[in-house]
């Protein structure tokens, strides 16, 4: 397993909170086929794993990477405290 760390800032107006400091480890956790909508991707899936002390907020996010290109098929990630996770999922067919 394969782990990368990082950080960024996340800006949440709605509480008046700026400048969020988030910490990320991302690990790609190895090949996973998925199906959207009738096609199959051979993918890499990778788990980022992320935490916001100034708020005690974690979270997970999860992202399937074509295994060949790197683009990103699919995605389930949060982007605000009070929020469920976003599903995005690409429906072009492969290229």
């Known amino acids: 397993m394969l782990f990368r760390s990082y950080h960024y800032l996340m800006d949440f107006s709605d509480r008046h909170l700026f400048g969020i400091f988030v910490l990320c ?3 790609d ?3 996973e086929r ?3 909508v009738g096609g199959s991707h051979d993918t890499r899936h990778i788990v980022e794993t992320c935490r916001a002390p100034q708020i005690s907020w974690d979270f997970q996010n999860d992202f399937w990477k074509d295994a060949g290109t790197g683009y990103v098929w699919k995605s389930v ?3 605000h405290p009070a929020s469920d996770s976003l599903t995005l999922e690409v429906l ?3 290229q």
């Open 77 to 79: 990630q949060y982007i």
């Open 25 to 27: 480890t991302q690990a």
């Open 34 to 36: 998925i199906d959207i």
């Open 92 to 94: 072009r067919p492969d």
């Open 29 to 31: 956790t190895g090949p």
